[in-house]
């Protein structure tokens, strides 16, 4: 099955600052990579996904990149803000096998905005 | 807001009871997942329900089970509880076209406390 590491853990700035969360996957046969922020007590949300037919997309402030051959995938978050802070979770998905169709997350990262 | 809703929001039991989580799925969504939030880490995959049958289960035992209906909204169930059910359990919609690569919308969670 997948397996879905990310790093850092914790990661602080100052606002106006840009932030990179790296996220590496086990399955080549992943092709789908949503990225989804969740703040205290609330539900994760979906901010930016990206699929393998293509190397990166960007909303606004937000940017996602893959690399199939080294097998990572990497959210960058420009411009940030206070109300970026939150934990943001990487997810890979299984292809098939008996886990069809579920998300594997990662760790979390722990982003906190200083004003 | 996502149009996923769960319920309850929050609940408590005691060990060796059983409780039973609802949610109703996106409109126009034929899939839902669940998953398992603890403390502090990422959602854990459960089982996901396709058009009322289960199209894949995680690492949990046969104590977790669920149902899905036709109006695709969804039961997850657990017997005997233990003190390490303990968390934030999570439904997932989805529409189930794209060979595990749909995006999952997440509800609010139902906490659930065992003591």
């Known amino acids: 099955g997948e397996n879905v590491e990310q790093h850092p853990s914790t990661l602080s700035v100052q606002e106006g600052d840009s932030a990179v969360i790296k996220c590496t996957y086990s399955d080549s046969a992943s092709n789908y990579f949503p990225w989804y922020k969740q703040e205290l007590g609330k539900r994760p949300q979906l901010i930016i996904d990206i699929r393998s037919n293509v190397g990166e997309k960007k909303d606004q402030r937000i940017a996602v990149t893959l690399n199939k051959t080294a097998k990572h995938f990497s959210l960058h978050i420009t411009e940030t803000q206070p109300e970026d802070s939150a934990v943001y979770f990487c997810?890979?998905?299984?292809?098939?096998?008996?886990?069809?169709?579920?998300?594997?997350f990662g760790q979390g990262t722990i982003l906190t905005v200083h004003p | 807001e996502t149009g996923v809703t769960q319920s309850p929001t929050h609940l408590i039991k005691t060990r060796g009871q059983q409780v039973t989580l609802r949610c109703s799925s996106q409109s126009g969504h034929n899939t839902v997942s669940w998953y398992q939030q603890a403390l502090g880490q990422g959602p854990q995959f459960i089982f996901q329900?396709?058009?009322?049958?289960?199209?894949g289960r995680g690492n949990f035992p046969p104590r977790f089970s669920g149902l899905q209906f036709p109006n695709y909204s969804s039961e997850l169930n657990v017997n005997a509880l233990e003190l390490d059910d303990s968390a934030l359990y999570l439904c997932?919609?989805?529409?189930?076209?794209?060979?595990?690569?749909?995006?999952?919308?997440f509800g609010p969670g139902t906490r659930l406390l065992v003591l």
């Open positions: 329900y396709y058009r009322e049958e289960e199209n």
């Open positions: 997810a890979g998905p299984n292809a098939g096998g008996t886990s069809y169709g579920k998300l594997t």
């Open positions: 997932a919609s989805s529409l189930g076209l794209a060979g595990g690569q749909e995006t999952q919308y």
